[in-house]
């Protein structure tokens, strides 16, 4: 089971760390990634991370930083400079075993998370 967690409501500008928990369920074999939806719109894809390769999103470069702490099992993302635009319920999600250019494809990961609401502000 996963969890994202530490979601909430910040100014534009602000940081913000998610943190993606793992309960019965191992995280550091796997790729995780980290989507995130508004509604009326597609699952989109933010960030990535597996055998020490991160992927990001090119609205999100820069700006936010997916790490892992494999002996918490558990995978977080750090967003700086967060943006209106950023808003958005965000998941983590394990990944199926997959090529890296597929990273952005929900279909591709087996397990998901229960999103937490990031709300930024301007």
């Known amino acids: 089971q996963l969890q994202a967690s530490w979601g909430g409501l910040v100014q534009a500008g602000d940081p913000l760390r998610l943190s993606c928990a793992a309960s019965?369920?191992?995280?550091?074999?796997?790729?995780i990634g980290w989507f995130r939806q508004v509604p009326g719109k597609e699952r989109e894809g933010v960030s990535f991370?597996?055998?020490?390769?991160?992927f990001y999103a090119d609205a999100v470069k820069g700006r936010f930083t997916i790490s892992r702490d494999n002996a918490k099992n558990t995978v977080y993302l750090q967003m700086n400079s967060l943006k209106p635009e950023d808003t958005a319920v965000y998941y983590c999600?394990?990944?199926?075993?997959?090529?890296?250019?597929?990273?952005?494809?929900?279909?591709?990961?087996?397990?998901w998370g229960q999103g937490t609401q990031v709300t930024v502000s301007s």
């Open positions: 991370i597996n055998v020490g390769r991160k």
């Open positions: 999600a394990r990944a199926a075993r997959l090529p890296f250019s597929l990273w952005r494809a929900p279909p591709n990961y087996a397990y």
């Open positions: 019965g369920l191992a995280l550091d074999d796997y790729g």
